[in-house]
């Protein structure tokens, strides 16, 4: 199991302690995510940097705001005991923030310097801060933590719960199966209906071919008709009719994909031929 310190909370409001936050609503607005913090411990100040204890990642703090209903108020600096908003952070809600003090070693990280401005920087902080300051390489403080999860409940399930308000439900990830050719297929699909009235009259001739692997999630019509035995105007029913035949395969019930199918000729009757019946045709060679 893993260990934790317990540290005991300043409510001192001068900034004289480590700074720590809690980030305990989220919430989306018209400028992005508005993050709500509620300080426990020291100051915060606008254009400084943050860390999530749990991500580890550092991020700038570029506006500081304190909420009054619907209205925003741009504050410079928050203490212990307020509660705040910010933008631009990304983090999820129950996520803690320090500043880039090590609370174990009370040491401030500088990089990305040279020699003069490190004194430079070092003499501002003495300034500042009212206290030495002292150089030097920076010590590692080692923690023990967990490598792998245990057999509790999935750690996002709680917060995903909070921040959705909607019941989780885990298990087993499910494949979203296709269904696809392997070879290619020639088809010669004729539709003809006669009911007593106006039948329905539709022909069409082509092939049907796999896709290669790095196209293996489309699918493509291609009207490679010539002369006038399927007239234009029917040729979008043929392809409505293939689209809808991809939604939901013959053999195992799956969408049908990496498939390309070419439209080579066909018939047509002058008067019997229509929409439905060149649809009904596609639909046909489709499943043949």
């Known amino acids: 199991k893993e260990e934790s310190d317990k540290i005991l909370m300043d409510p001192a409001r001068d900034g004289s302690k480590p700074f720590i936050c809690l980030a305990f609503k989220l919430e989306a607005g018209k400028y992005g995510q ?5 300080i426990y411990q020291g100051k915060l100040r606008k254009g400084e940097f943050l860390y999530n204890a749990r991500t580890g990642k550092k991020q700038k703090l570029s506006r500081l ?3 009054h209903s619907n209205e925003m108020e741009d504050i410079e600096e928050a203490c212990a005991g307020d509660i705040c908003a910010v933008f631009g952070i990304d983090c999820a809600s129950g996520d803690s923030f320090v500043t880039n003090k090590d609370l174990k070693l009370t040491m401030t990280i500088v990089s990305g310097m040279g020699e003069l401005h490190l004194e430079i920087y070092a003499q501002r902080m003495e300034r500042e801060y009212n206290t030495p300051v ?14 792998a999860p245990s057999e509790g409940p999935f750690p996002p399930l709680s917060r995903m719960e909070r921040e959705y308000n909607t019941p989780v439900i885990l298990g087993k990830p499910k494949v979203s199966f296709r269904e696809s050719l392997t070879a290619p297929c020639e088809f010669d699909y004729l539709h003809k209906k006669q009911s007593g009235g106006s039948g329905q009259y539709g022909r069409v001739i082509g092939i049907m071919r796999p896709l290669p692997p790095e196209r293996n999630t489309e699918i493509i019509f291609t009207d490679a008709t010539t002369g006038t035995n399927i ?5 979008p029913a043929i392809e409505k009719g293939f689209r809808q035949m991809c939604e939901k395969g013959s053999l195992s019930g799956h969408k049908i994909s990496g498939v390309q199918f070419v439209l080579i000729d066909g018939a047509h009757h002058i008067v019997d031929s229509n929409d439905i019946a060149f649809m009904s045709a596609a639909w046909g060679a489709v499943q043949e």
């Not at 508005?34 to 509620?38: D, F, H, I, P, S």
């Not at 007239?231 to 040729?235: E, N, R, V, Y």
């Open 65 to 67: 705001v304190r909420m």
């Open 231 to 235: 007239p234009k105007q029917f040729i």
């Open 134 to 147: 002292i150089l030097g390489k920076p010590k590692v403080s080692f923690r023990e933590s967990l490598t």
């Open 34 to 38: 508005v993050t709500y913090l509620r």
